[in-house]
């Protein structure tokens, strides 16, 4: 930031920190600039003619953790680099001292750089271990986990995040209730000089203080398999599984951070944002029966296990017998049929999913009355209004549930309507051939004027008088002379 920038916002010194970097390869610090598009980190030197150009972080723990985690997860190469965590104001100075003792080690100079040192794999599972922590049942429909005055609004605005918008999104009161949104939500980080957006998922997550804050799991590039994850070293193996099914397959005792604690767990992959999920095995549910097909005690334990399962048998919505593999994700917190995500494109992998569920009561956080819910279950086209756009813009339509994708179709217009105007009626048709075609129908023929949208026959008294006149009178008319 330049001297005339620093007297018109003396404030944002304060507020913000910078992110140092040393290149193991050349040992040298400098301040980051960003990231590219190639995933490589962008410096300049640590000097006051570069301030414009430094990166700056919100100080808020919180929302550092989340900033850095997405960051890290995108750049190339991670392990290349040692990254520390200065007050802006500082900056220069410190990164003058972090080179003293890069060039010149001594057992002061190495707590000193362990102080400002910033290690991704513990900012990478702090929003993981509050889920090892807390409970991940399913809230009752009505219960409410966290208050909205819990939440620090202040560092949501920053986030482009205020209540009001929340609220016209639809998006607090699943939040409140310690839901996952179950879809990206775009987001911004306003630091005054520079502005970061992405899109990610979100959750609330308690503090040992008692506060509330917004988890942010931005999208990651791919998986991060080459860091321990709560004390577990990933596998080939494990690896393979992860990146064709999105789930680990089988149950590892993974550390709490905290306590040291080893608690049973299975692994998977959220497949909106690349990120790892753990869940422990004495939160997974099983059901007894799926698609018919009741499962016996060992083919549970083996659900259980985080194990893929072979079911045969099953029956279709269609009423078709079917055989699949199914296994419990650990994200999703239910059995899903299992399919490989390694051949396939997301768009490719969200048309093949099928998730082992009913029709949803819910469309876009609007739920359904009971009637319409029947239809709609039934395979119906269902009008539905009062829904709300990412903008806060009420909008209308009509769904319908298609029972072989198990997807609900979303449209403006009734899709029987567009139907029946792509298959029109006898009555139109025979509308058509008289005034357009130069036709003629019998129960029509004498009337002079255009027939109306689907009619087929005489529909008011002059029209009636006219097809009851004579034929010879009709024909007898000749040209004036």
Same mark, same amino acid.
């Given at each position: 930031?330049?001297?005339?920038? *620093? ?7 304060? @507020? ?14 400098? /301040? ?21 150009? #430094? ?8 929302? $550092?953790?989340?900033? $850095?985690?997405?960051? #890290? ?18 900056? !220069?100075?410190? /990164? ?10 001594? =057992?002061?100079?190495?707590? #000193? ?66 839901? *996952?949104?179950?879809?990206?939500? +775009? ?6 000089? /520079? ?33 321990? %994850? ?26 709490? @951070? ?20 753990? @869940? ?5 549910? !099983? +059901?007894?029966? !799926? ?36 296994? %419990? ?9 299992? #399919? ?19 029709? +949803? *009561?819910? %469309?876009?956080?609007?739920? @359904? ?5 029947? *239809? ?33 179709? $979303? ?7 567009? =139907? ?26 004498? !009337? ?34």
């Amino acid at each position: 930031m330049s001297e005339q920038n *620093k007297i018109k916002n003396p404030l944002l010194e304060e @507020l913000t920190d910078i992110l140092l970097v040393l290149n193991k390869e050349k040992m040298r610090i400098e /301040a980051v600039k960003g990231i590219d598009k190639d995933g490589k980190l962008e410096t300049v030197p640590v000097d006051k003619k570069n301030q414009n150009q #430094f990166m700056r972080v919100d100080k808020h723990g919180d929302v $550092f953790s989340n900033f $850095f985690a997405n960051f #890290f997860s995108q750049l190339k190469n991670p392990t290349h680099f040692s990254f520390f965590k200065v007050p802006a104001s500082e900056a !220069i100075d410190t /990164a003058k001292e972090i080179q003293k003792n890069v060039d010149t080690p001594t =057992k002061e100079g190495e707590a #000193f750089l362990t102080k400002l040192e910033v290690k991704e794999p513990v900012a990478h599972n702090q929003e993981n271990q509050k889920n090892m922590e807390t409970t991940q049942t399913t809230p009752e429909a009505n219960e409410y986990r966290f208050k909205p005055e819990q939440i620090d609004w202040e560092t949501m605005n920053n986030l482009g995040l205020s209540k009001e918008k929340l609220e016209k999104m639809n998006l607090l009161e699943p939040l409140l209730k310690g839901y *996952k949104t179950n879809e990206l939500v +775009p987001i911004s980080l306003n630091l005054g000089t /520079a502005i970061t957006r992405m899109d990610a998922r979100l959750s609330l997550q308690p503090t040992e203080d008692g506060k509330v804050v917004m988890a942010i799991h931005g999208i990651r590039k791919e998986p991060q398999l080459s860091f321990p %994850f709560f004390g577990h070293e990933f596998s080939k193996e494990d690896k393979d599984n992860l990146l064709k099914t999105s789930n680990m397959g089988h149950v590892v005792d993974l550390t709490n @951070l905290k306590t040291g604690e080893k608690i049973p767990s299975i692994i998977s992959v959220d497949r909106l944002t690349n990120e790892l999920v753990a @869940l422990r095995t004495d939160k997974i549910n !099983i +059901p007894n029966e !799926i698609k018919g097909v009741k499962l016996n005690e060992e083919q549970k334990q083996t659900l259980l296990e985080g194990k893929p399962l072979y079911i045969e048998g099953m029956i279709s919505k269609k009423g078709t017998a079917f055989d699949a593999t199914v296994q %419990f994700n650990a994200d999703k917190r239910f059995v899903e049929f299992l #399919f490989d995500r390694s051949n396939t494109n997301k768009q490719t992998q969200g048309s093949q999913q099928t998730q082992l569920q009913e029709a +949803p *009561k819910t %469309f876009r956080d609007k739920e @359904l009355d009971n009637e319409q819910y029947q *239809k709609f279950k039934d395979g119906q086209t269902v009008y539905v209004s009062g829904l709300v756009d990412k903008k806060g813009k009420e909008y209308n339509g009509y769904i319908t549930f298609n029972k072989e994708t198990n997807k609900t179709d $979303f449209s403006f217009q009734n899709p029987n309507k567009i =139907k029946e105007q792509i298959n029109p009626t006898e009555a139109h048709k025979i509308q058509t051939a008289v005034n357009s075609e130069g036709k003629t129908n019998k129960a029509t023929k004498n !009337i002079k004027e255009p027939l109306q949208s689907g009619q087929t026959n005489p529909d008011n008294k002059k029209q009636q008088e006219q097809q009851e006149e004579p034929e010879a009178t009709t024909k007898s008319k000749g040209r004036k002379m």
